[in-house]
């Protein structure tokens, strides 16, 4: 039986560490997917035990899941260099830390966490025009059918590609090159959490992978130069956004 208590401890004291020193928490975050991987793997065996400790088991499970988005959140913002923005998500990742471990130990919140008051949660339809806009000047480089392609692989990869996800708009996205209601459902849903600078990192991610993919058997086509001109013309149009 996996030891519930002490790997709960582990990850919150890890959290306190990486937040108060503003660093990344990738490794919390691997330890937080592992222990919900033990508890699904240990499934059938945990709902044997009496109620009050399977409340307790699925409670926690729930908690890791909020916690294990805020914590994914966090990395991505300090990746993208907005510490400001991470900073704020720090707030949300200590309430969610006190709430877990409150209901682990039989207090059982269920007040609402605040969300961030920062530019990755208000402004939502700002955000999604902004990102427009540069998916637009993309669209005038590659043409639409492909750069949307590389718009909803980058969105995919940002999800993790989360097949499993209780939140629909967080699942995997097809990449058929159509901006129809899935893809904008999407991208609606990941504007309320990221400000644009980390969605437009995305695309980009999501175009040299495209590239890469495409071209990787095709010895007529010089991928790495191909990749070069990418990142150099999504570069350019990143300096130009605003202007």
Not at 83 to 89: I, L, P, T, Y
């Amino acid at each position: 039986m996996i030891d519930l208590n002490s790997i709960n401890s582990k990850i919150t004291n890890e959290l306190n560490i990486c937040t108060s020193q503003g660093i990344s928490a990738q490794n919390t975050l691997s330890s937080i997917q592992q222990l919900k991987s033990s508890i699904t793997r240990e499934y059938d065996t945990l709902m044997n035990l009496p109620q009050e400790q399977k409340s307790k088991i699925m409670a926690l499970y729930n908690d890791l899941n909020e916690l294990e988005y805020s914590v994914y959140r966090y990395n991505e913002l300090l990746k993208a260099g907005l510490v400001k923005e991470a900073q704020a998500e720090v707030n949300v990742i200590i309430q969610l830390s006190k709430k877990l471990i409150d209901n682990f130990n039989g207090k059982f919140v269920n007040e609402p966490i605040a969300k961030s008051n920062t530019n990755t949660t208000l402004n939502t339809d700002n955000n999604i025009q902004e990102v427009l806009d540069f998916l637009q000047k993309h669209i005038r480089k590659v043409g639409t059918e492909q750069a949307v392609k590389d718009f909803q692989r980058g969105l995919n990869i940002l999800n993790k590609y989360n097949k499993k996800s209780p939140i629909e708009a967080k699942r995997p996205i097809e990449e058929d090159g159509v901006l129809g209601n899935q893809t904008y459902s999407c991208l609606e849903n990941v504007c309320k959490y990221y400000p644009p600078i980390v969605l437009r990192k995305y695309i980009t991610r999501g175009a040299v992978n495209n590239a890469v993919f495409d071209t990787k058997n095709d010895h007529r086509i010089d991928t790495d130069k191909k990749v070069l001109n990418i990142c150099k013309n999504l570069s350019k149009e990143e300096t130009n956004v605003g202007r």
